[in-house]
């Protein structure tokens, strides 16, 4: 690891011939990652494809612009130098990482992507002392700056209002499908399904340590279920929830956190003292998912209170009815 890091060539060591062929091999990289985003996106997303293609198109005419330059002043070779030959230079973030984020964090990178270049252009210019050097970053720099001023008249343009809030709306619906409601439904399931066993084995034991132990067993059994089950149950082909994987992930961590929450405060080695924690954590979880509801699900807030807290308040006066039973 270190080996490559020591590999790497500082920037004030390029030459200019060496500074031209980073910028090319550079649009070349970013014309790829926005014609991949295009890609991802054109099923679902076709106004902003649209944008992708454009700037995918302008990176690519950019490109051509610096290969042409670099013949006129250094012939047809052109140096194999790329953005991780070079320590310190701006990276970029794999695009497998950042479809994952939707389609809000997929704008905003591309607008980071050309802040980025146009950053680094202006402090490597102004660090330069070569007069032929200073004035070669300061018109990449400049260029970039257009770059990004074209991403904002290509969303101006091709995102119109209609087409954008549709988009924002579809985008935000598939978020509420794939993440929210599975998550929703394991810290409810996590939550309230585990007051009774972990309440119960309280008052009938009196013992923290048993109590714990029985309530992490419950909470991370709960999670594993919920996860396969949520995973298994639909491969959102047809539903179009999203990704089984994504699903049960959420369902699964959600619903061990619910049961995990209330468990935790039964490390406490005073009993009473536990288990008045918990009983405050337990409010709090009751309140967090109607106010998740209310949020995500346009669920009126008092209704899902009274359900949620009515539910929940009847499980745990079973758990502590059987545990004193």
Known sequence: MFQGFAARRQFSDLSEAEVLALAISSEEDDARIYATYAEQLRAQYPATAAMFDEMAAEEDGHRQLLIDRFKKRFGKVIPLIRREHVAGYYSRRPTWLVENLGLER???EAERMEDDAANFYVRAAQASTDPDTRKLLGDLAAAERQHEHRAEELQATTLTGGARGEEDAKARRQFVLTWVQ??????MDGSVSTLAPIFATAFAT???????????????????????????????????????????????????VGGLGHALPYLIPQFWTATAIAGIVVFCELWAIAWIQNRYMETPFLRAAFQVVLGGALVLAAGIFIGNA
């Open 182 to 187: 599975p998550g929703l439904a394991g810290l």
């Open 206 to 256: 009196q013992s923290t340590s048993t109590t714990f132990t029985v309530g992490l067993a419950a909470s991370v059994g709960a999670g594993i279920s919920m996860g396969f089950t949520e995973a298994a149950h639909d491969d959102g082909v047809i539903s179009g929830r999203g990704s089984p994987l994504k699903r049960g992930l959420a369902s699964g961590l959600m619903t061990t």
């Open 106 to 108: 997929i704008r905003a």
